[in-house]
């Protein structure tokens, strides 16, 4: 009898241990919508990257919200760009996964930290300001569109083009920015490579090494007429030994993206070889294709070469290094180009026969930027960086204030 009870005593313990726990599970669906209100209220610091869709308010249990919310979750985890949430303050809420390959950062990294932790100095105020912008805006269909330069965790700064949607509860009492964000290379190509040289034509070739589109001037070099290449692979003119050279290039352009020159030799019309110095351009940012640059190699020259361009940049106004901000830069180019409509329409004038002093150019007040919080407006422009007029007056003084502190 002793035995029977012992057993009835440890059989019911356990039927309590097992009602405590599918009761706790019933009670924990009763009160989602309770505790995610909770994390929703805690601090930026808190990690939410575990449930980066609770930041959308989705406090449905039925199924079909159940399989959308895993579909969701199943997107942010492969997609290649960089999903983050970020709030009207700046702090992120939230990153995807790859943000170590976009960014070199792991999630945890970023959660809870300012974006202007890790955005260019330069950059900060435009991007805050069109945060602000954004969320004085109830519109949640209007497209936010940031584009700057953003600090990889090794491998220094890089473009960044983040577009995306305010998001607002259903109470509209919380906002936040939910971004989609992707790397924005620009062009790095030399002034002297890109010049039109009477001796050489350039080509549009597909990854593989194919012809789409060849200038009139290759028959100059090679005797093959343009639409006779045209659809041929390049493989096909190049000599056993250039052909790997050819192929080690096109590889290193699609996984690099950066403009490379070999020197080689490609079959003429006339049966024999004729060296060439080919330089391949990234054609687009995937890229999709490939831009060739052919001259033809004079007597005297060395041994071939393998060499990428670097200098000079013939877009020093988007180098990642720049002290100044694309905002500002577009503003200079494009009173630049004011100034020199006014010269052309002063030639073009037709009272050439009474010569005109020429007069200073005058700058409206709202004609001048600057450079630093980009401001149109201020009472006076002060001495910058780079020349006069160029910051506002308060920046202008804190900028002279930290010269004169260290000169001392």
């Known amino acids: 009898m002793s035995k029977i009870k012992n057993s009835m005593v440890a059989l019911n313990i356990t039927i309590r241990k097992y009602r405590t726990k599918y009761d706790t599970e019933d009670s924990i669906e009763e009160t989602i919508g309770v505790v995610d209100e909770h994390f929703r209220d805690l601090p930026p610091s808190t990690n939410l990257n575990k449930d980066p869709l609770g930041l959308l308010g989705n406090t449905s249990t039925d199924s079909g919200t159940q399989r959308r919310k895993e579909w969701n979750q199943l997107v942010l985890d492969q997609t290649s760009d960089f999903i983050h949430v970020v709030s009207l303050k700046g702090v992120f809420l939230y990153a995807s996964s790859s943000s170590y390959v976009q960014l070199e950062y792991e999630p945890h990294e970023l959660i809870g930290k300012s974006l202007t932790s890790f955005c260019h100095p330069s950059d900060i105020i435009p991007v805050m300001r069109e945060i602000k912008e954004a969320a004085h805006n109830s519109n949640t269909d209007r497209t936010v569109n940031l584009i700057f330069r953003i600090r990889k965790k090794h491998t220094g700064y890089m473009w960044i083009d983040c577009k995306g949607r305010l998001h607002m509860d259903q109470n509209r009492a919380r906002k936040c920015l939910i971004l989609c964000g992707r790397e924005y290379p620009v062009y790095n190509l030399s002034s002297d490579q890109v010049n039109l040289y009477p001796e050489e034509y350039w080509a549009k070739l597909s990854l593989a090494g194919l012809f789409l589109c060849v200038t009139e001037r290759c028959q100059d070099i090679v005797g093959f007429s343009a639409e006779s290449l045209k659809h041929e692979s390049i493989f096909q003119y190049a000599e056993s030994e250039s052909i790997t050279?050819?192929?080690?290039?096109?590889?290193?352009?699609?996984?690099?993206?950066?403009?490379?020159?070999?020197?080689?030799?490609?079959?003429?019309?006339?049966?024999?070889?004729?060296?060439?110095?080919?330089?391949?351009?990234?054609?687009?940012?995937?890229?999709?294709?490939?831009?060739?640059?052919?001259?033809?190699?004079?007597?005297?020259?060395?041994?071939?070469?393998?060499?990428?361009?670097?200098?000079?940049?013939?877009?020093?106004?988007?180098?990642?290094?720049?002290?100044?901000?694309?905002?500002?830069?577009?503003?200079?180019?494009?009173?630049?180009?004011?100034?020199?409509?006014?010269?052309?329409?002063?030639?073009?004038?037709?009272?050439?026969?009474?010569?005109?002093?020429?007069?200073?150019?005058?700058?409206?007040?709202?004609?001048?930027?600057?450079?630093?919080?980009?401001?149109?407006?201020?009472?006076?422009?002060?001495?910058?960086?780079?020349?006069?007029?160029?910051?506002?007056?308060?920046?202008?003084?804190?900028?002279?204030?930290?010269?004169?502190?260290?000169?001392?």
């Open 245 to 408: 050279k050819i192929a080690g290039v096109l590889r290193v352009i699609e996984e690099t993206r950066k403009p490379t020159t070999i020197e080689h030799t490609l079959l003429s019309s006339k049966g024999s070889y004729v060296p060439v110095s080919s330089t391949f351009y990234p054609g687009d940012q995937s890229p999709s294709f490939i831009l060739l640059q052919v001259k033809p190699i004079k007597e005297g020259n060395e041994e071939p070469l393998i060499y990428q361009i670097e200098e000079p940049n013939m877009f020093p106004e988007l180098d990642v290094t720049r002290s100044t901000n694309w905002q500002y830069e577009l503003h200079q180019l494009e009173q630049t180009n004011e100034e020199l409509k006014e010269q052309i329409e002063r030639y073009e004038s037709s009272n050439k026969s009474k010569p005109r002093k020429r007069s200073k150019t005058k700058h409206k007040q709202g004609d001048l930027m600057c450079a630093i919080c980009q401001t149109r407006d201020s009472p006076e422009w002060r001495k910058g960086p780079n020349g006069p007029k160029e910051l506002c007056n308060a920046c202008g003084l804190r900028f002279a204030k930290h010269e004169k502190h260290n000169k001392q």
